[in-house]
Each structure stands twice: as C-alpha cells, then as structure tokens.
C-alpha cells in the first residue's frame, strides 16, 4: 500500500468502526512496520486469541477502504461505478434513469477503448429492453449485437496476441539483458510470430498499440539493436501524444516510454533525443508517491549514465553520492528487485568511473557489495560480466591466488549455465595466460592481443551483447 492509502484507511477505519474493531488498527500497524511478513513475529507482537479471523477480518476491512479511496479514479473504477447504480435502478424499474447511466458508461467504453467492457454494456442493455418489454427496440438492439460482438472479439482477440508476446518480452528481459547465441533468437522470435504479422492499422486500442511499440521495442533492445528499438519507443510515445485523452490512464507507461528512450538515446550518443525526452520524463507528475519516486529515480539513474557515458567521471562520481534521498530510493527498489536494469545501470557505471580513475580498490569494493547482495544473479550475463571485472581488478591489485581460484569457480558456472560462449572462453584464456607471467611486456601484448578481439566482436551480433554494460575496450585503452 502506498502512504496516502495507509493514511486514508486509518482515518477511514477510526471514524467508522466500532470500538471492538479498534484492534484492528494495532494490527494494522504492526504489520505495516514489518519490510517482510514474518506471522510469527506477528502473532507474538499482537497477543490476544482468534489471530486468523482479526486477520481475514482486517483484509475485508482493507480492501472496502482501498475501493473507496480508488472510487472515480481511472475509467474501470467509473464504469463499474456506473454499472453497479445501473443495477439498483433497473431492479427498481426506474428505466430512464438506468437508460442514461448505461449511454454514459458506453460513451466512457468507447473513449478509452474498453472492449471487453464495450460487451458487457451490451448485455446490460440487453436486459433493459427485456425489462422494459419493447420489442421493436430489443430487436433492433440484437441484429447490431450481433454484427458488432464479432468485430469486438476479433479486436480483443488481437489484443490477446499483443498481450501474450508482451508477457514473454517482459519474462525474457527480467532473465537477461541481451540475446547471446542464435538459440536464445529463435526462441525470442517463436513468441513474436504472430505479433509481428499485425499491421498496426489493424489494433483496436490504444492499449494494444503502445503495447505492441513496446513489444518491438523490446525485441530490438534485448537483441542490441538499440537503434532500431529507439525507433520502436518513439513510435511508442508518439501514440501518447495522439492520445492525450488517455494518457492519465497509463502514466506508468508514458513515463516508462520517455525513460526507455532517454537511455537508448545515451547508447546511440543522441544528444538532442536524449534531451528532449528527458526534459520530458522530469516534467512527468504522478498520480501516486510512488510512481513520483520512479520517476526521480529514472531521472537520477539516466543523468549519471549520460554523464558516465560523456567520460566525466569524478562528477558522476560525486553526482551518485551526493542525494541521500535518491540513495534511499535506491536501497528500497533493490529490497523489492525491481528495477534491476536501472540497478545494473548504476552498478557498472560506478565501477567503470572508478576504474577509469584509477580507484581500483574503491571499485572492488562495489563489485564485492553486490556480489553479496541477495539478488546479484537476477540478470545472470549482468552477474557473469561482474566476475569478470571481480578476477581483472584482482589482476591489477596483484592478487593472483584470488584469480587463479576465481578462473576456475567462474568456468564451472559459465559452463554449468551454459554461457561459456566466445567472449566468455577468450576472457578466461587471458585470464589463465596473465597468472603465468610477471613479465610487464608479455602483460601488455596479452592485453593488448585481448583489446583487438573485443574490438572484432563488435562486429558480432552476439559476442557483442556480452560487454553492453562495460565497454572493456575503453578501459583497455586507457591502461595500455
């Protein structure tokens, strides 16, 4: 629950219940003090007998405060709203009356593009002209059902197929960032198959459409192709503003849309893309506190990448230490893994800074943190190339039993995972090869010789994606 939703059902629940529902606010509390359920902890704190029904009791007393705080605020809630006073009129025979509420909860439908609820408009009307006995209007009313449902099921039945490929993407790219081998491809275009067959001409809703933008966009991002997925996301916040109507409906959607293309403008080095939108994105109000905080965090996270990505360093460097309070926001999305793209975002951009200034031990320390981190294998080529820079710093700190252990820990898992691809078998080669000298010159051709492969796999549509976070080259650039 969000703040104003927890301070709404205090109010609500002390000005309208009993005084032996009191109780129930204690509970309340004690739950809402706890950052992960623990019942027993629970039990203990509250005292007392019939925990189970005080709690079953406490979550209907919830959920009517939930729908009274949400009542009218998005078009479901209205139409619902409308429908349920619908009812109470038709049962009275008050016709008229019920009459208008079901042309205005059809006039809302229709504005948002709401077909499932288009369909269930019609059944009610259905039952008006049944209830009122006027043939001639209930026989009009069924010759258009019947040639409009099919229309609305063909338009939801596209919508199921957007909907279906959007889950996979979304699934996809919570695994991994990037697409490694042709197999990883092919799977991800199986689940595109009929998505990328629809003409957008064809897409009912406005829904469906800016899911579809972001489907493709996806695609192309996950197969690093970021410009052509920048293209996808434009598209994408093109329909927003086609639809301003709409909007206050998906303000998570917009503001991820903008957020999407600030940091594809960041890795196509568009700076007036990268402008624009991120003007944009700030300018972005929410309904809630909590979409609020996303936005500042994305706006956070975008800045220092944009200047990490410029090679100014130290000011990112002091940028992403200097509010306390986006750190929080930080701490908290990490506790709940989300987010984990912007927190990789962050990551290796604090490593890189470090590195690239020399600050070894600063940026081992940072590596080390999140390895001991509960969630540094959620996106697992993100976790693979930290070992890598874990075993390198290492390297550089002259910590070659660390190293040694570390090569052969890090090839069981790259081969246990099966992520032992080029990139992955050329980097533990010159790993192996640099513990077996201490001579400065056979290092830096080793470096060197490593420098010019990472260059060819650029060229790569695979062995690229596996230095998409840390570019090793310029580094390498850098040291030789």
């Not at 940091?263 to 990268?274: A, G, P, V």
């Not at 190293?403 to 890090?410: A, H, K, T, Y």
């Amino acid at each position: 629950m969000s703040q104003s939703e927890k301070r709404y059902f205090k109010i609500y629940a002390s000005r309208i219940y009993k005084k032996e529902n009191r109780p129930l606010l204690k509970l309340f509390d004690l739950i809402a003090q706890q950052s992960k359920y623990n019942e027993t902890k629970l039990k203990s704190s509250f005292g007392g007998t019939h925990f189970a029904q005080k709690k079953m009791l406490l979550q209907y007393k919830l959920m009517d405060s939930l729908k009274s705080f949400h009542q009218g605020k998005n078009a479901h809630s209205i139409l619902d709203e409308l429908l349920a006073e619908f009812r109470i009129l038709l049962n009275k025979s008050i016709f008229k009356h019920a009459e208008k509420k079901l042309k205005k909860a059809k006039q809302i439908a229709e504005d948002f593009e709401l077909f499932t609820e288009l369909i269930r408009i019609k059944q009610a009307e259905t039952e008006l002209y049944v209830a009122t006995t006027n043939a001639d209007t209930l026989d009009k009313h069924i010759k258009n059902m019947r040639l409009e449902i099919p229309e609305l099921v063909q338009l939801l039945d596209k919508e199921l197929i957007i909907e279906n490929a959007y889950i996979h993407f979304v699934k996809a790219n919570s695994e991994r960032e990037f697409i490694r081998n042709k197999e990883e491809l092919e799977n991800l275009k199986k689940s595109t198959t009929q998505i990328f067959k629809i003409n957008t001409e064809q897409i009912g809703s406005f829904h469906s459409k800016i899911q579809f933008y972001y489907t493709k966009g996806l695609y192309h991002y996950l197969s690093g192709d970021f410009t052509e997925s920048l293209k996808w996301f434009k598209k994408q916040d093109q329909s927003f503003t086609e639809h301003p109507h709409i909007n206050s409906e998906f303000q998570f959607e917009q503001a991820r849309t903008l957020a999407n293309i600030s940091l594809l403008s960041i890795k196509t080095r568009s700076s007036d893309s990268f402008r624009k939108s991120y003007a944009d994105l700030k300018n972005c109000v929410g309904k809630t506190q909590r979409l609020n905080n996303q936005i500042n965090y994305w706006c956070y996270v975008l800045k220092f990448s944009q200047m990490v990505e410029k090679g100014d360093y130290q000011h990112a460097i002091e940028f992403s230490t200097e509010n306390h309070q986006l750190d929080q926001l930080e701490i908290k999305f990490e506790i709940e893994n989300i987010l984990a793209t912007e927190r990789n975002l962050m990551l290796f951009g604090r490593v890189k800074s470090q590195m690239m200034l020399g600050q070894n031990k600063k940026a081992l320390y940072l590596i080390n943190t999140f390895l001991n981190s509960p969630h540094s294998e959620s996106q697992q080529d993100a976790y693979i190339l930290i070992r890598f820079l874990f075993l390198i710093l290492h390297l550089e700190l002259e910590n070659t039993d660390v190293v040694e252990n570390g090569i052969r820990s890090l090839e069981r898992y790259l081969k246990q995972k099966k992520r032992f691809f080029l990139f992955e078998e050329t980097t533990i080669n010159l790993l192996n090869k640099l513990c077996l000298t201490s001579n400065k010159k056979i290092k830096g051709n080793l470096w060197n010789d490593y420098r010019k492969k990472l260059s060819e796999f650029k060229q790569d549509p695979f062995e690229r994606n596996a230095t998409v976070n840390f570019n090793l080259v310029e580094w390498l650039e850098l040291k030789i």
